[in-house]
């Protein structure tokens, strides 16, 4: 009878910790729409003290670190993107195969410049799922940042051949037709991107190819 209460004690126990985990982490997601992202770390911190083993509370922890990097102070920026590193790490510890975990990694490691790893996480992402047009548009911005722009013109064609409706890709194959100096293909891309909304080159569309 005794072991029996203690089962019963001990589920109760385990059912209340997840109920209260879920009640941290929806509240975490609440702070990231209010873009409170250090509160969102807090919520995230309590989740894991009641659970190390909360795969979302460290993915949702990564991101608010790297929400951080603001490129105004190195040092802090630094700081949040350690951490951030670390929190993905941990991610896909806990499981290898969270495609995400591997896409915001190699968000981080972009944000502060580090290249090559943004490269091999966004690859290792797309190898683990391949339908993923965000983030083949992002390993086209990273080979065209190595000024290899060929191979970013295939990634950006890769996106929309994925996607169709994804202006930013369009706009980033603009600019690297811009860059070949071929303007007809760039205005062409240009033009697809403001069709389908998304205005980040208006200004060069207006300026090259009205």
């Known amino acids: 009878m005794k072991k029996i209460y ?21 509240s975490a997601l609440v702070k990231k729409e209010q873009l409170k992202f250090l509160e969102g770390i807090k919520l ?8 190390s083993t909360l795969t979302e509370a460290y993915f949702y922890k990564a991101g608010f670190h790297t929400a951080l990097i603001n490129k105004r102070n190195a040092g802090e920026d630094y700081k949040n993107y350690k951490v951030a590193i670390a929190d993905y790490d941990k991610v896909i510890e806990l499981n290898p195969k969270h495609a995400e975990a591997f896409f915001f ?18 690859l290792n992402s797309t190898a683990i799922d391949e339908n993923q047009p965000k983030v083949y548009n992002s390993i086209g911005v990273c080979y065209a940042k190595k000024g290899k722009i060929d ?35 760039a205005c062409k891309n240009w033009k697809k991107a403001l069709e389908l909304g998304y ?12």
Do not use: W
């Open 105 to 122: 990694r190699g968000g981080a490691h972009d944000a502060m410049g580090f290249i090559d790893e943004a490269l091999a996480d966004y």
């Open 6 to 26: 203690i089962f019963f004690l001990l589920a109760a126990f385990s059912f209340a910790n997840a109920q209260t985990t879920k009640t941290l982490l929806d």
């Open 151 to 185: 191979l970013a013109l295939s990634y950006f064609e890769k996106a929309t051949e994925f996607d169709p409706l994804y202006g930013k890709a369009y706009s980033n194959k603009g600019n690297v037709y811009d860059m070949k100096r071929d303007l007809k293909n």
């Open 44 to 51: 995230c911190e309590q989740a894991i003290a009641l659970d």
């Open 199 to 210: 205005t980040g080159n208006q200004r060069r569309y207006d300026t090259k190819c009205k």
